[in-house]
């Protein structure tokens, strides 16, 4: 079978390394990829968006599946538009999307539901969201209801950080027009955990819970980022905890989809909260996480292009998905700057002397034969191990192997699992 991944990242880069395995693919294409990715399939100069080009290249070439990493292209309908043209493809339809591209629908839609979630209201008005503002107190969440790359999301430590944030994402429009429109969340305290699943319809298919690491330094301070770092498993959160949260949100939230007429197929992914008050949803994605898919992937045993298939073909429930006990930290390596202004085009060293770790790109490039980066993020280093301690130590040892200009990362990823544990 011939594949078309759809994207330029990490996630992307690890996706095509677990369809790579299966025995069915004969040739994949990624577009527009980036330069980890053109090490290892071939690239095609088609950006996300060029959806007419997209489905001219699928039909040409005899595509037979194509596959949709990121979300700006689900939401704005490519699913729908590849469809029309008789293109096979996996994610989820554009009016299915919108749980990843309006806050607004998802937070109405759990509250419909009785799917737990913290207290919200939502403001169109940035007179009415500072007053709502001044009578709930700090600390606070303020989300952008449109999609903005992970770093809609401020967390409030004080009504000054709130009102900055109100002014930043409603008057300075510095998140553009994700930002009309805001969502204003009670502060929910505890663990995180990402609990992402294989859906069509009604049919849940979970896959292994991770944890992602979303501010910019140590200890969860600083600005919040499209990801910095993930490990899975969770040995500090019991099984019986991910199983109340796949009984009482994922599947629910799926049913209530089938049910608003917006059948999901693809990845859902739920980020979750563990409160004093049971598990609680913070967001819906509407495709594999970023970072999560690095070490997800990397545990499972099954053909993903087979779950795929079932999938698009209505026999997810058949497909007997299986993973590996084994254990996986990503790190990632990260632009100086970064999350704000960082600059591109720094040349990288030292990924030959690399030993183990799964290396995944996220923004590098191809430049006279040298690669450089070409990103915020720029590669992502899975360690793999028989439990996390292994796995950490694996994906640091190598982190520091590899070289760039002005290279930062955090240096706590999985520490929570060691320290819960101990």
């Known amino acids: 079978m011939k594949i078309l991944v759809i994207g330029r990242g990490g996630r992307e880069h690890a996706i095509i390394w677990s369809l790579k395995k299966s025995s069915k693919v004969t040739k994949i294409y990624c577009a527009p990829g980036n330069g980890g990715i053109a090490e290892l399939t071939e690239c095609v100069p088609l950006q996300e968006n ?15 599946l194509v596959v949709i990493g990121p979300e700006d292209p689900l939401t704005e309908g490519i ?28 937070k109405n839609l759990m509250k419909k539901y009785n799917i737990p979630t ?80 294989f859906v069509d319809g009604n049919v849940v298919r979970p896959m292994v819970p ?21 490990y899975s498993p969770l040995p500090h959160i ?30 859902l992914y739920a980020g979750l909260i563990l409160t004093a008050q049971g598990t609680k949803t913070i967001e819906f994605n509407a495709r594999f996480g970023d970072p999560e898919t690095q070490v997800i992937l990397p545990r499972l045993e099954t053909d993903l292009l087979d779950i795929f298939l079932a ?21 990632i390596l990260a632009s100086p700057g970064y999350p704000g202004g960082y600059p591109k085009g720094l040349p990288i060293s030292g990924l030959d002397h690399v030993e183990d770790s799964l290396i995944f790109h996220a923004g590098t490039a191809l430049k006279d034969g040298q690669l450089v980066t070409n990103g915020g993020r720029v ?20 982190a520091e192997r590899i070289q760039f200009e002005g290279k930062q990362y955090r240096t706590d990823i999985a520490k929570k699992a060691l320290v819960a544990k101990a």
């Open 50 to 64: 060029q959806f007419a080009e997209i489905a001219q290249f699928a039909i040409d070439l005899c595509i037979d």
């Open 79 to 106: 699913v729908d538009y590849l469809e029309a043209k008789g293109v096979s493809v996996y994610g989820p339809r554009k009016n299915a999307a919108i749980i990843e591209g309006s806050k607004t629908f998802t």
């Open 118 to 197: 913290a207290a919200y209201e939502t403001f169109e008005s940035y007179d009415k969201a500072l007053v709502y503002l001044h009578q709930q107190g700090a600390p606070i969440v303020i989300k952008a209801d449109g999609l903005a790359a992970g770093k809609g999301v401020v967390v409030a430590q004080t009504i000054a950080e709130a009102e900055k944030a109100l002014q930043d994402i409603m008057v300075d429009k510095v998140l553009g027009t994700s930002g009309n429109r805001v969502v204003i969340e009670e502060f929910l305290q505890g663990q995180e955990m990402s609990l992402l699943a």
């Open 210 to 230: 991770s944890q992602d690491h979303k501010p910019i330094f140590d200890n969860d301070l600083g600005p919040n980022t499209g990801g910095m770092g993930t």
């Open 238 to 267: 019991a099984q019986s905890v991910v199983d109340e949260a796949i009984a009482t949100i994922l599947k629910p939230t799926a049913e209530a989809m089938v049910k608003e007429g917006r059948p999901f197929r693809g990845v």
């Open 311 to 331: 999938s698009v073909n209505g026999r997810l429930e058949e497909m007997d998905i299986r993973w590996s006990d084994e254990a996986a930290v990503c790190v």
């Open 379 to 398: 590669l992502c280093v899975t360690g793999r191990g028989r439990n996390i301690v292994e796995a950490r130590e694996q994906a640091y040892s190598d």
